[in-house]
């Protein structure tokens, strides 16, 4: 049985930084590609990062460029999220997902996903 079981989440300042995890088992997770989503409040769920099956590329929505970095560990399983200059518009429940082999932007093309965490950024 595949999971995805995302931590990390909290109640951040603004301008402040967390790191989100996304624990993968029950596949073979370097064959995935990985993303992460986000729903705010009143929203619909929206891409924020994805990373190819080996890490070598990563790709962004223009709201979180140069803040939110994408990162992997094949040997354990696990991608991140690492969020630096939070905003109170970052405030939203994130999702990892998987792909098998190609990465997109698409939630539709996501096969597995996780339960999500709370991310809440104070202004």
């Known amino acids: 049985q595949v999971q995805l079981v995302e931590s990390g989440g909290g109640l951040v300042q603004a301008g402040g930084s967390l790191r989100l995890s996304c624990a993968a088992s029950g596949l073979t997770f370097s064959r995935y590609a990985m993303g992460w989503f986000r729903r705010a409040p009143g929203k619909e769920r929206e891409f924020v990062a994805a990373i190819t099956v080996s890490g070598d590329s990563t790709y962004y929505v223009d709201s979180v460029k140069g803040r939110f970095t994408i990162s992997r560990d094949n040997a354990k399983n696990t991608v991140y999220l690492q969020m630096n200059s939070l905003k109170p518009e970052d405030t939203a429940v994130y999702y990892c997902?998987?792909?098998?082999?190609?990465?997109?932007?698409?939630?539709?093309?996501?096969?597995?996903w996780g339960q999500g965490t709370q991310l809440t950024v104070s202004s």
């Open positions: 997902a998987g792909r098998l082999w190609l990465y997109s932007s698409s939630e539709s093309e996501y096969t597995y």
